[in-house]
C-alpha cells in the first residue's frame, strides 16, 4: 500500500437515518464517508472523519460541533479501506481534519445565536450538524489536500458533499 489518502464510502445502517436519507438523496441509499490516510515518513496509518459514534481507546477527538466530534483514530495498515486519491498530501489532510472544528479558541456551540459564520476554521467549533455532514466534512478536507485540483467523483448517496460548510466565530 502506498503513503497517500483513500476515500471509504459506507452505507448508513441506522433506519431512521437511512429512511431520511432516502428521501434527501431522491431514491439513493445514503452513505457515510471518510478518509483513511497513510504517512510517507512514518508508515502510520489513520481513519479521519466526522461522527457522531463514541471515541474508541484509539482515538483522538480533535474537534467538537453541533451534535457531532471529528476524529482521527490510528488503525493498521491492513484496516485501510477505500479508494486512492493520488497526487494529495495526507499531511495536509491531518492538518485539516485538526482545524475542521477545533475548539481551540473557544466551544461556541451552545451560543448559536450569538455566532458569526465563516468560510475558515476560527478555532470555534464546527459547523452546525443539520447543515454539514460526514460527506461535506470529507469533500472538504480532500479539496484542502488535493495538490493538482482534482478531486474524486461524490460516492453515490454522499448527501452534502461539496456543500461549503460555515464555520463558527464570534461576532465582531
Known amino acids: 500500500m502506498e503513503p497517500g489518502i483513500y476515500v471509504y464510502s459506507e452505507e448508513v445502517q441506522i433506519w431512521w437515518l437511512r429512511w431520511i436519507g432516502y428521501i434527501l438523496s431522491f431514491g439513493k441509499v445514503p452513505v457515510h464517508t471518510c478518509l483513511y490516510v497513510k504517512l510517507a515518513a512514518s508508515g502510520y496509518c ?98 484542502k489536500a488535493v495538490l493538482d485540483g482534482e478531486l474524486p467523483p461524490r460516492p453515490r448517496g454522499a448527501i452534502g458533499w461539496g456543500q461549503k460548510p460555515k464555520f463558527p466565530g464570534p461576532v465582531f
Open 46 to 143: 489513520f481513519r479521519l472523519e466526522l461522527t457522531s459514534e463514541p471515541p474508541t481507546q484509539k482515538t483522538r477527538t480533535v474537534g467538537r460541533g453541533d451534535g457531532y466530534t471529528i476524529q482521527i483514530t490510528r488503525v493498521e495498515e491492513n484496516e485501510v479501506k477505500g479508494d486512492y486519491v493520488g497526487n494529495c498530501s495526507p499531511l495536509a489532510a491531518m492538518v485539516v481534519t485538526e482545524n475542521y472544528a477545533s475548539t481551540e479558541n473557544g466551544d461556541l456551540s451552545y451560543t448559536g445565536a450569538e455566532r458569526g459564520w465563516y468560510d475558515e476554521p476560527q478555532g470555534c467549533g464546527g459547523p452546525m450538524f443539520d447543515r454539514c455532514t460526514c460527506n461535506t466534512f470529507t469533500s472538504y478536507v480532500l479539496k
